[in-house]
């Protein structure tokens, strides 16, 4: 075997250039270190402002890491296509099985961190990407049933991704340990083993590995969950007299985590309306009640922290409520009342526009109270990571009841 070495920037038919062995130790790098990091991430607890702090460093250098594997394997497939490729030493089915793996790797190299970088881009709140160019992705919408998804799907192909690196690993200890050929030397030094047989271009290789991610997607789906998570939930109903019925609408809440705002939403809450545009006896408008499940919260990728012990606590709490008068005031109206949340009774104003056409009242409000009232997030005792302020907004529609 010859130990001459290839110094050259380019690939030649025996070995590889400078170029093309710093891609395969610079993606092998980030690889490792964007696995350690997802897992360790996954696995930190976040009970604590502390622990929430680390564990929030730990997934951005993930995805921090995961966008620049994305780019660097971009860059290598490119130098890929654009130089001579290196022909294998052994033939029959070792060559097979391992053009099988490098597709594999290539393709894995694109497939899992896109995959990733999606999720995130579909997903409200939480660690963020940490590069100057924003957070979003084109046509891909905070959605949380998308991000579930997108989230099951690149565990999976992870799966695929760390099977290819392992394969590729084996095969490179076989050729160093038992063949003793210069596989490995031309990856690591550059060397050139010499004249070598000429390759039959096979499609085999190509078709298994598309096999491979198809066979992995269907998998993915399937172990999407069907619903997302959430806490235990109760039923939220109302009992006061009622001469508006709602129609349709949204009750949401922002909140400030790692200095990014993350809205969400209650999928379960009513409320019983009593209302005149002409003022009563006592000056009001009338009343409204609102119940609300407070585990049917979904909060981004922070659904289960929110609905948790530590802040709206859903097991010992199940329902929130609100119970308050209606006033006129300048051009609009208010809700004058108390708000009943994790077992603390709290007085809340919520001003809000009210346009009524016939028997039909469309109505837009909006507040902010302070989660410390509630005795939530003690553990959180300043806004580094999660902050005081909590805004609720309401948006519905309704009908005059017969």
Known sequence: MTTARHTAPGNTVQTYGWVARTFHWTVAVLIVTAVILGREAHHAPF??????????????????????????????????????????????????????????????????????????????????????????????????????????????????????????????????VIDRDATLGRMVRGTDPGPLPAARPHILPALAAVGVWAATLVVGLTLVPAEPPAGPQVAATTTAASNWTVGDGTLSITVTQLGAPVTGSFADWSAAIDFDPEPRADGTLGAVEVAVSTGSLTLGSVTAQATGAEFLDAGGFPTAGYDAVIRAEGDGYVADGTLALRGAEVPLVLPFTLEIEGDRAAMTGAATLDRRDFGMGTAYPDETNVGFGVTIDVDLTALRAD
């Open 47 to 176: 009970a604590t402002d502390a622990e929430l702090a680390r564990k929030a460093w730990l997934f951005s250098f993930h995805k921090t890491v995961g966008v620049t594997v994305f780019f660097v394997a971009l860059a290598r497939i490119a130098w890929a296509l654009s130089q001579p490729r290196p022909r294998p030493l052994h033939g029959g089915w070792e060559a097979t099985l391992a053009s099988v793996v490098h597709w594999l790797l290539y393709g894995s190299l694109v497939i899992v961190p896109l995959l990733g970088w999606t999720e995130h881009a579909a997903t409200t709140g939480f660690a963020p990407i940490w590069w100057p160019f924003g957070q979003g992705l084109p046509f891909v919408p905070q959605d949380p049933e998308l991000a579930k998804t997108l989230a099951t799907l690149h565990t999976t192909f992870v799966k695929v991704l760390i099977g290819s690196v392992v394969l590729h690993v084996l095969g490179a200890i076989k050729h160093a």
